[in-house]
């Protein structure tokens, strides 16, 4: 009996010593791990990186692991795709006072620096209990400001000016900008906007469409005048050509030589035929030559 209990005892000490060396936390790959003691309410400072870290058993240790790569939040209208069911798309207002709504995509990651594990718990410390989640701390934190930034980005510019892609790309730009002010001193880095659809509601379309007619209208009324102006001008520089050529042919025609162009295509009556007409000089008189 005596002996059984001296194995029993030495049976727990073994597995007590097993379970402390076995004890602790998995991080995922791709997340870092805080530590957060539930009896002194104290962040480790340490953090964890991914893989097992050991842990003393009974500690009263909880691990909340932070993802650091690249995570993409999308606000679409397509109830198949996005964070949210349903229409999820960000209804903004134009300059021009019209409503849109915008389809969006929103890509961030934690700036996780190993020499620098503070800001890590700093931001934890900073949100609490809604990081602890952090698809809670997603919804709670980013998404309204994803939206806010989005609907300012559009309020900038006229309906027309939004709807190309150079508006487009200017809205992303503007919300880029204010996230990244936003959300800099929290390490927190947006990497890029993305403004993927806009659609319009009816009486913005209709606006469009007469914006578009009016549009095309004037451009083929300036194309008319464009051609109108073409067709002038070489009915001018013919006109010019024809002037300046019959001055050339007058020039060239000397009293002499309209005289022998004139001689030449008539008949000289009591002159035969053959006989060359000597012109004499004006008032003179003509006698044939026999050649």
Do not use: C
């Not at 025609?253 to 000289?268: A, F, G, Q």
């Amino acid at each position: 009996m005596k002996k059984l209990l001296i194995a029993l005892a030495v049976f727990a000490v073994i597995a007590v010593l097993v379970g402390r060396s076995l004890s602790g936390f998995v991080v995922k790959t791709g997340n870092v791990g805080l530590v957060i003691n539930h009896y002194t309410g104290r962040v480790d400072p340490r953090v964890r990186h991914a893989g097992f870290n050991a842990q003393p058993p009974f500690s009263g240790n909880e691990l909340i692991e932070v993802p650091t790569y690249e995570r993409t939040y999308t606000m679409v209208k397509d109830s198949a795709e996005g964070a949210h069911d349903n229409d999820d798309s960000v209804l903004v207002n134009t300059l021009s006072s019209n409503t849109l709504k915008v389809d969006t995509s929103i890509t961030y990651h934690l700036d996780w620096n190993p020499a620098h594990p503070e800001r890590i718990t700093a931001l934890y410390s900073k949100y609490r209990n809604q990081f602890s989640n952090f698809s809670g701390f997603e919804e709670a934190q980013l998404r309204p400001a994803f939206r806010q930034a989005v609907v300012d980005a559009f309020g900038l510019a006229t309906t027309a000016q939004n709807m190309t892609g150079d508006g487009k790309k200017a809205a992303a730009d503007y919300a880029l900008k204010e996230l990244n002010t936003r959300f800099g001193p929290d390490s927190i880095v947006i990497d890029e906007v993305r403004i993927r659809a806009i659609y319009p509601d009816p009486a913005t379309v209709t606006a469009l469409r007469s914006r578009l007619a009016a549009q095309q209208s004037l451009k083929l009324s300036q194309l008319n005048l464009q051609l109108q102006q073409i067709v002038n001008q070489k009915s001018v520089l013919r006109a010019q050509a024809e002037a300046q050529a019959a001055q050339v042919r007058a020039a060239s025609l000397t009293p002499r030589l309209v005289k022998s162009r004139h001689i030449k295509d008539i008949e000289i009556i009591g002159v035969p035929r053959g006989e060359i007409v000597n012109l004499p000089p004006d008032g003179a008189k003509a006698e044939p030559t026999t050649p």
